[in-house]
């Protein structure tokens, strides 16, 4: 038995790197929060940064780099290191970029962005900051921003951060149904995170939650399981997310914004600012077997698994 994600690679990075723990929003839900704790805000330099990204770019496989954060567009130097990032990953075929954004940021300041066909945004709308999207309307700086990248023609993924608080349900719903509005939006409903893959379940949300939430089973499947296509509310609901034994090829690494460096689920940590051959050294990715209850995250559900 196989599972995997749509058009997922098995032979190509997927690196997620933290440019800086800083962001506008704090949201209560914030992995990255409780991840970093007291340095949580922190930054190194810009030219710390740099030596990252020649690390990256010297990399055996193709990379497809993701920044994240904290919020990276709030960057000081967000235009040269998007610049530097396509440098750094666009030389191979298969390279790609995809930015995090909570899309609070003015119209211009995404005007400025310089179009590539193989830069992705992923937005992502927090329904406990209403008050930093609204311009005289609900949800307006982050729906123009989204529809103005929509036109400039990127590819943009909205990512619905599904708080288990109740009070959010309907901003939640509301702003999903100005997105089915939009033509060529990608929309994924995000379940949160627990604190430990190490679980038998994934984030406890209420039979209530799925009740209200219920439309999203018929949202786009991307997650291949035994030939059957799914999405994440149908595998979480339904319980396909165990592949503890399994073969896996995993090929996710994280960048922390120091300039650490770990491969998700695995005791594998190194430093790109000491070790800057890392990803030039890894010639090649090979399948280790999942240590985990579930798998929780939708970027390791693409991963590809075999099962033993």
């Not at 330099?45 to 994240?68: D, H, N, R, T």
């Not at 240590?291 to 995250?297: H, N, S, T």
Request: charged fraction near 25%; proline fraction near 3%.
């Amino acid at each position: 038995m196989i599972q995997e994600g749509l058009n997922h690679k098995i032979q190509r990075l997927y690196v997620h790197w933290d440019v800086s723990t800083q962001c506008n929003f704090h949201c209560s839900y914030c992995y990255a929060i409780k991840q970093y704790g007291e340095n949580w805000g922190k930054r190194i330099s810009f030219e710390k940064q740099k030596l990252i990204l020649k690390a990256i770019k010297i990399s055996s496989l193709p990379v497809f780099l993701g920044l994240l954060g904290g919020e990276p567009t709030i960057h000081p130097n967000f235009y040269e290191l998007y610049d530097l990032c396509i440098d750094a990953v666009m030389s191979k075929d298969d390279g790609r970029i995809y930015i995090t954004t909570n899309g609070s940021q003015s119209l211009d300041f995404f005007k400025k962005i310089p179009y590539h066909k193989n830069i992705y945004f992923l937005w992502s709308f927090h329904s406990e900051f209403l008050d930093k999207y609204n311009n005289g309307r609900p949800y307006g700086v982050i729906l123009d921003n989204i529809k103005l990248m929509q036109e400039r023609g990127f590819r943009n993924k909205v990512n619905i951060m599904l708080s288990d608080k109740k009070e959010y349900w309907q901003d939640l719903l509301n702003f999903t149904a100005e997105l089915e509005k939009i033509d060529g939006i990608e929309l994924h409903p995000h379940f949160l995170y627990s604190d430990s893959m190490d679980k038998s379940e994934i984030y406890q949300y209420s039979d209530e939650f799925y009740k209200t939430f219920e439309k999203f089973k018929n949202y786009n499947q991307e997650f291949v399981l035994d030939g059957k296509l799914y999405n994440d509310y149908e595998i979480y609901t339904n319980h396909l997310n165990r592949f503890k034994g399994w073969k896996c090829w995993n090929n996710n690494y994280e960048i922390n914004y120091d300039g650490k460096v770990n491969r998700f689920c695995f005791d594998e940590h190194n430093d790109l600012l000491k070790n800057p051959l890392f990803f030039r050294n890894i010639k090649k990715v090979t399948p280790k077997h999942c240590p985990f209850e579930v798998c929780e995250c939708d970027g390791l559900l693409k991963i590809h698994k075999e099962s033993v």
